[in-house]
Nanobody
Framework: QVQLVESGGGLVQPGGSLRLSCEAS????????MGWYRQAPGKQRELVAI??????????ADSVKGRFTISRDNANAKNTVYLQMNSLKPEDTGVYYC????????WGQGTQVTVSS
């Protein structure tokens, strides 16, 4: 069984920063790709960033390029992915989910990010 636990969301003013964390645990015997998604009210869930499985590659949605950075910590058998979010905008508001791209895919419970003055 695989579990993902996210943390780090909150309320921040425009231009501020937040760092999200997602730790995966369970039967994970490799370093599968992990990604961050977000879902704004009334909108579909969208992919924000991915950290690749074997080549440490990264991918970002155009809307967050240059502002968000995804990173990963695989030390000590952890599978933890982070999303550093800088220069936040009101349109970044939403519930942020991490996903472990293994088999059918596993999702975290989500963490709320609200960017508002």
């Amino acid at each position: 069984q695989v579990q993902l636990v996210e943390s780090g969301g909150g309320l921040v003013q425009p231009g501020g920063s937040l760092r999200l964390s997602c730790e995966a645990s369970g039967n994970i015997f490799s370093s599968p790709a992990m990604g961050w998604y977000r879902q704004a009210p009334g909108k579909q869930r969208e992919l924000v960033a991915i950290f690749g499985s074997s080549d440490n590659s990264t991918w970002y949605a155009d809307s967050v390029k240059g502002r968000f950075t995804i990173s990963r910590d695989n030390a000590n058998a952890k599978n933890t992915v982070y999303l550093q979010m800088n220069s936040l905008k009101p349109e970044d508001t939403g519930v942020y989910y991490c996903k472990l791209r293994l088999g059918p895919g596993y999702w975290g419970q989500g963490t709320q990010v609200t960017v508002s003055s």
